[in-house]
């Protein structure tokens, strides 16, 4: 029976890179054409597949539905969350998880310091949007011609003298960011606050939330904060592997690499 399934579900990566005919399938699998065609059969009727005019096969309308579904059902905060406590745990500092929505991001969890400095974000507050290194890599990873547009609307407040001064420069920094695969917010909203992100990726590779590390110079310098940007880049990727559901892979190897400027 397990034989069976696997070769069932070997077909929908096929017929993923387009249609295909019953010996195509049978030659993949390496089956006799019988034993692809009861396959092809069980699938089409569960409309996982679907049979053309051509006698070639496609995937059916109900997997596209099934995995919708599924996507609109998948809760990231609920994910991420135990990833976001086991990182506290290990590092004490602030630690959020935003999201993009309706021209604001967004701080969807949020998971204390357990230093006595605390942060005054708040789950549902918009962020700061053209300082915070969780804005920057969601806005990143947005087209150029979206990127550019919500560049041209936005204010650039001068929150502190390492603020985003304006759009050329909010602009080249997400292409930074675009780049590299992480940000930073380094003093740029407040200077006594500094801040490394990393973003988390859905299974087309899209960045469907942004998580990072917050502490107070006090606690912690920005240098000493952003050597701990691996553990944040392994988190966020743990987090992306389970929300895509992909199979986990070999923990990346992260060096800890701080930029030479932050131009936020």
């Known amino acids: 029976m397990s034989q069976t399934v696997d070769r069932a579900l070997n077909i929908l990566p096929l017929l993923a890179q387009g249609p295909a005919d019953l010996g195509q399938v049978a030659d993949r699998l390496g089956v006799h054409k019988s034993t692809a065609l009861r396959l092809l059969r069980t699938l089409h ?8 005019q051509d006698q070639r096969y496609r995937l059916g309308a109900r997997l596209f539905a099934l995995a919708q579904e599924a996507v609109e059902n998948l809760d990231i905060r609920e994910i991420a ?24 991001v967004l701080y969807i969890d949020k998971v204390e310091s357990r230093y006595p400095v605390r942060m005054y974000s708040r789950i549902g507050k918009p962020v700061a949007i053209t300082v915070a290194a969780v804005a ?18 936005l204010d650039y407040p001068p929150y502190t003298p390492r603020s985003t001064p304006n759009a050329a ?3 080249k920094e997400l292409a930074t960011v675009r780049e590299q695969g992480w940000a ?5 909203h407040e ?38 940007l691996p553990q944040v880049r392994r988190t966020a990727d743990a987090i992306s592997r389970e929300y895509s559901g992909t199979a986990p892979g070999a923990d990346r190897e992260y060096p800890g690499t701080a930029p030479t400027k932050d131009t936020a």
């Open 81 to 104: 969350h135990p990833y976001l406590t086991a990182l506290n745990e290990r590092i004490g500092h602030t630690i959020h998880l935003a999201v993009h929505e309706e021209g604001e």
């Open 136 to 153: 920057k890599l969601l806005l990143a990873d947005l087209p150029e011609q979206e990127r550019r547009a919500i560049a041209a609307k």
């Open 169 to 171: 420069a909010f602009l």
């Open 191 to 228: 200077e006594s606050i500094n801040c490394v992100g990393a973003p988390v990726r859905g299974a087309d590779g899209r960045v469907v939330a942004a998580m990072s590390v917050s502490a107070p110079n006090v606690v912690v310098t920005a240098e000493e904060l952003l050597t701990l």
């Open 184 to 188: 930073t917010d380094l003093g740029g």
């Open 45 to 52: 009727e569960h409309g996982l597949v679907h049979r053309q």
